[in-house]
């Protein structure tokens, strides 16, 4: 492979001129430079990203953390995050959990593994983050942006919808089809977006006048089979609520595929009701409607944060992130009889 050095001596021209033609950067004579491209053409030439890098002092590398590589969620936000640093001439390094150990302790994990492939700067999206692990990364934490999370100590990093909102969005588009029976499937209690969203959809139920301690709660873990299993449950009562509000999209997918396996009507028997408006939640069978969470639109503004903070870019960063409700065909008014 042709190297730097090689260009120089068939150009007949020093390194640091070949260099410069190479970079773009700093003054060469027209038809010196013309010289040194010739023979970059001649020789097949590519510049090593690394040495590049190092001479802009930057190694044009943003770190992703994210805790699975599964299900639906994060795929769109690493194909956002990736064509932004492409346009950029920048490049993505992705991390994530395997599920051996510890949550919390595969985060911190997976943090240092970046920051020690001299990443310029980290996007994280973690439940099991602390404060007490951003402190310990010292001034390292002033280049880390935070996805779907609230840290007093870095407020200005952290960028979230309001998954309270969230909540109270999907309270109101139940009561407005007139349901009064009304079953939750959950995702974990360890996750902070989660006890959020259940907080405001509990909270605008009582605040209406319902009587929450009377809401069924199936915990579940965000996945397909947590809502596969949760129908499993509801089918077994003597009579199903009339509408059931799912966390995530995921486990509302596995709920209705149980359904539709048990001849259970959506929505003329039971209406469903999802979270986050995922690519997925179009194509569901009866097509999902969804809370709709603007995860792109909060991925692109962490993002051009950060790369405002590691590269001088002046690109626009929003702080209001619009909650609403994606209306489909699996929600409708409750039937007159339920009968099993």
Sequence with gaps: MATIKDVARLAGVGVGTASRVISGN????????E????????????????????GAGTSKLIGVYIPFLRGTYY????RAIDLVLRAKGLHMVVAFGEGIEDERVE???????????????LVVLSNALQDEDLKALGPAARQVVV??????RIKEQCFTADHVQGGVQAARALLQHKHKDIAVVSGPTTSPDNVARLSGFMGELALRGHDV?????????????????????????KKLPTAVFCANDEMAIGLLAHFQERGVSVPHQVSVLGYDDSPSAE????????????????TLAGLHWL????????????????????WRASVAAPPSRQRR
């Design 213 to 237: 301690s009377k809401v069924l709660t199936v915990p579940g873990d965000f996945s397909n089979q947590a809502g596969w299993d949760a129908a499993d449950v509801l089918l077994k009562l």
């Design 307 to 326: 790369l405002n903070r590691c590269y001088g870019l002046d690109l626009p960063v929003s702080r209001q992130f619009e909650i609403g409700v994606t």
């Design 75 to 78: 795929t769109p936000i690493l």
């Design 107 to 121: 985060t911190n994990d997976g943090m240092r593994f970046l920051l020690d492939r001299d990443c310029d700067g």
């Design 26 to 33: 700093g003054s060469v004579a027209p038809a010196t430079a």
């Design 147 to 152: 996805l779907n999370r609230h840290f007093d």
């Design 35 to 54: 010289r040194v491209r010739q023979v970059i053409a001649q020789l097949k030439f590519r510049p090593s990203q690394t040495a590049r890098s190092l």
């Design 283 to 298: 194509f569901a069978a009866p097509r999902l409607t969804s809370v709709h969470v603007p995860s792109h639109e909060v």
